[in-house]
């Protein structure tokens, strides 16, 4: 089975700051892992996902993150903030050929001006 | 395309209701989802199914709940009767092949009430 924890439900950051928010999974098996953003009344969106090959992912809006096995962890970037940056952010984790992601709690950030 | 679609986008109604959940996936998708979103318990998959097929609903939480997916283009969730502990956002979400990693396209969800 798989599964993901999030530390840290809330996250403020100054504007030109920068976002880092933490994830750590646990899995049986190779993990495929993933961010997705939630903007308030809207789906969710990938911003970026981890399969295979390099650890370091590169995603939508200036985002990264970086598979850290040693770790169990697969933390997220972003080096400048912005006010549009304002959304939840959740981590997810699904073992090799599965088919359902399992999420974390999410991760509200706000941005401060 | 207009990605995945639902309907309604709000939806309260009082306890004991039947309450009916609709979505349109993407077309080409092969596999729909559908999620329920609260602050308590987070995101948890109910259902999913492939190529119209249910394959897994180990999380439905009771036989209240059911979904069907008639054809590729189309699925519904029902809850009848509906309870105040329903009240949540549900999300349909599809995907061409997540086993290999396709991301999910998530609709913007139906807001439930239950009164």
């Known amino acids: 089975a798989q599964s993901v924890t999030q530390l840290g439900s809330h996250v403020s950051v100054s504007e030109g700051a920068l976002v880092l928010l933490r994830c750590n999974y646990s899995?049986?098996?190779?993990?495929?892992l993933f961010w997705y953003v939630q903007y308030p009344n809207q789906g969710l969106q990938l911003l970026l996902k981890?399969?295979?090959?390099?650890?370091l992912v590169k995603g939508i809006n200036g985002f990264e993150a970086e598979f850290k096995k040693s770790e169990t962890s697969f933390h997220l970037t972003k080096p400048s903030a912005h006010m549009s940056d304002a959304a939840e952010y959740f981590c997810?984790?699904?073992?090799?050929?599965?088919?359902?992601?399992?999420f974390g709690a999410g991760t509200t950030v706000t941005v401060r001006a | 395309d207009a990605g995945v679609i639902q309907s309604p986008r709000h939806e309260v109604t009082e306890m004991g209701q039947e309450v009916t959940l609709r979505c349109k996936p993407i077309?080409?998708?092969?596999?729909l989802f559908w999620y329920r979103q609260t602050m308590m318990r987070g995101l948890e998959l109910l259902i999913y199914?492939?190529?119209?097929?249910?394959?897994?609903d180990s999380g439905m939480p009771e036989d209240r709940f059911s979904a069907k997916m008639p054809n590729a283009s189309f699925s519904t969730l029902k809850i009848q009767p509906s309870e105040p502990r329903d009240s949540a956002v549900y999300f349909c979400?599809?995907?061409?092949?997540?086993?290999?990693?396709?991301?999910?396209?998530f609709g913007s969800g139906t807001q439930l009430s239950v009164l």
């Open positions: 981890y399969t295979t090959g390099a650890t």
């Open positions: 979400a599809s995907s061409q092949n997540p086993g290999q990693g396709e991301k999910l396209f």
């Open positions: 199914f492939n190529n119209n097929v249910p394959i897994d």
């Open positions: 899995s049986s098996v190779p993990p495929y």
């Open positions: 077309s080409g998708h092969d596999y």
């Open positions: 997810a984790v699904k073992g090799f050929n599965d088919y359902k992601l399992s």
